[in-house]
């Protein structure tokens, strides 16, 4: 059969997270399948790059399907933005080699947390921004972000307490900048954890207000445990921004 991949982006805030669910039908992914599969006349199951949490948003989540029929892909796309609610976006539709596979062939991602780190509204990017008033050291969150960098054992940043397979990723890059009174925290890595960019944020910001300090990062990750990172900040502030698929970027 053909395969096809399709690249989304969404605001995250009213949905239950990517991954379809047997006690609710209000996922992304399940809102996704039931309207292509009316538009094509058959049954239609995707695969994504990663599971984005309730909550959270994509500028490009990358999907991929199958179907008997060989799709004119513009006129699929258009008939697809058409059915869809205005906070899901198809962004391109296109056809793709036989093995290609949204989530096994990506070779990573990169996710932007934004923190609004300011006593002042922000009315217009509210579903976007986690509200973190407190002042911050970005110095000491930089250094800490540099001793995360690498490929570790990242089991202290997974949500899962259940997870049996193994938790090592490498982190690329972690890049904190600022703009005004918002603050971003950009991660790149070849794969990512239930949780683990949130529990990252957490952490950093944990260590910008200095109720942990910089250098205890390694002892962190030898922990292998949850209970020794910092707190889950809230998925609003996080955006998949793309996924790659020809290695590091």
Known sequence: MPNYKLT???????YQGWQRQGNTDNTIQA???KRLSALLGEGVELAASGRTDAGVHAAAQVCSFRTQ???????????LRAALPEDIGALALEEAPPRFHARLSCTGKRYLYRVWNST?????????VFPFPEELDEAAMRRAAA???????????CGNPRMKKSAVR?????EITREGGELRLLYEGDGFLMHMVRILTGTLLEVGTHRRAAETMPELLAAKS????????PARGLTLLDAAYDGPR
């Not at 490498?170 to 972690?174: H, N, S």
């Not at 209970?227 to 889950?232: D, E, K, R, S, V």
């Open 226 to 233: 949850r209970a020794a990172a910092g707190f889950t900040a």
């Open 170 to 174: 490498t982190l690329r890059a972690i």
């Open 8 to 14: 989304l982006c969404y605001d995250g805030t009213r």
């Open 31 to 33: 809102l996704l399948e």
């Open 120 to 128: 002042g509204p922000c009315v217009f990017e509210r579903r976007f």
């Open 147 to 157: 001793l995360l960098l690498g490929t570790h054992d990242f089991t202290s940043f």
């Open 69 to 79: 029929a060989a799709l004119d892909c513009a006129d699929t796309l258009a008939r």
